[in-house]
Nanobody, 118 residues
Framework: QVQLVESGGGLVQPGGSLRLSCAAS????????MAWYRQAPGKQRELVAR???????NYAGSVKGRFTISRDNAKNTVYLQMNSLKPEDTAVYYC????????????WGQGTQVTVSS
């Protein structure tokens, strides 16, 4: 089973940018759709963006035009470029395949915390 490690989070002011990375321990080429998810305190995990093996992308309405998902199959890495960040983007961000596995699946990594605050 592929292990996923997210990184790149941090504290940023509103309007700022961050680039998240998701490094996989094995090949992600066979995972047709990779995705970024986020979970804010007290809320359920939600889909942020997804990308197919060949680069077809979809975004949640709340991030469309501000976030860009990409993947490098040779490096087994998925990225999320986040621009024009808003306080409501504050959450722990995770990557995984799409559709997502169950919440109790051990394929979920630790996530990376993104905090948008002045």
């Amino acid at each position: 089973q592929v292990q996923l490690v997210e990184s790149g989070g941090g504290l940023v002011q509103p309007g700022g940018s961050l680039r998240l990375s998701c490094a996989a321990s094995g090949s992600i080429f066979s995972i047709n759709v990779m995705a970024w998810y986020r979970q804010a305190p007290g809320k359920q995990r939600e889909l942020v963006a997804r990308i197919t093996t060949y680069g077809i992308k979809n975004y949640a309405g709340s991030v469309k035009g501000r976030f860009t998902i990409s993947r490098d199959n040779a490096k087994n890495t998925v990225y999320l470029q986040m621009n024009s960040l808003k306080p409501e983007d504050t959450a722990v961000y995770y990557c995984n395949g799409y559709p997502p596995p169950s919440d109790i699946s051990d394929s979920w990594g630790q996530g990376t915390q993104v905090t948008v605050s002045s």
